[in-house]
């Protein structure tokens, strides 16, 4: 399995859209700044409603396009928000890993999640903030309990020193990819998002070049399927 990013002008095989959820402040938009433009601020405000990106790469020889979704946390959004996860085929539950209740939320977050969803929906618990490792206050053994018992992939991240950051996107996106190519049904970027074809969203392609990426997925504390 090979992936690589293209250029703006590549045909698109498939559209796939992936949410990002989780309490404010967490670092759900710094991951995705991370991945999508390699960025990070030290300044970044909260989101305030949904904002999305796109990036585009190839799996097995065909062409990806990523339309992430980034969801704002705070409670006042709820309602706005949970209308974006119809459609979604993948989603990355996010906590900070040095903030026990944003992992203690995550069960409600999935419930909402699933609620909304596929149920075919790519879900990964990410762990944000591995970098500040000495102030942990969730036990990876905690996190990957949890993941385990609600059939989560799992991942610890920081979106400041960019650990794991792509190899998280590119394992569910990957993971996506394998259900649809099982399934045989093609996803082109000119259909609507309708029938039988979730995740496939009609827009102009919008390709975010980004930094070539060790693609061996690394197992041990900082990883778990």
């Known amino acids: 399995m090979s992936n690589s990013y293209v250029d703006f002008n590549q045909k698109i095989d498939y559209v796939f859209k ?3 959820i989780g309490d404010s402040a967490v670092g759900k938009s710094q991951l995705l700044a991370r991945f999508a433009r390699n960025e990070f601020s030290v300044d970044s405000k909260a989101t305030i409603g949904v ?3 796109t990036k585009t790469l190839v799996i097995d020889q065909k062409t990806v396009k990523a339309q ?3 969801t704002a946390g705070q409670e006042r959004y709820r309602a706005v928000t949970s209308a974006y ?4 085929v993948g989603a990355m539950l996010v906590y900070d890993m040095t903030k026990r209740q944003t992992f203690e939320h995550m069960a409600r977050w999935l419930e909402e999640l699933r609620g909304h969803a596929d149920k075919n929906t790519v879900i990964m618990l990410v762990a944000n903030k ?3 490792s000495s102030l942990r206050a969730v036990p990876v053994e905690d996190a990957k309990e949890f993941a385990e018992r609600e059939n989560l992939f799992f991942m610890e991240t920081s979106a400041l020193d960019s650990t794991n950051v792509d190899t998280a996107f590119l394992r569910v996106l990957t993971e996506i990819y394998r259900t ?3 399934k045989s049904l093609p996803m082109n970027a000119d259909r609507d998002g309708g029938g039988n074809n979730p995740g496939v969203l009609r827009g102009t392609q919008i390709a975010v070049a980004g930094p070539e990426t060790n693609n061996q997925w690394r197992r041990g504390c900082c990883f778990s399927s």
């Open 68 to 70: 992430i979704w980034d």
């Open 51 to 53: 904002e999305f990106q």
């Open 180 to 182: 649809f190519s099982k």
């Open 18 to 20: 992936v949410v990002l």
């Open 85 to 88: 996860y119809r459609g979604a």
């Open 130 to 132: 591995c970098d500040l």
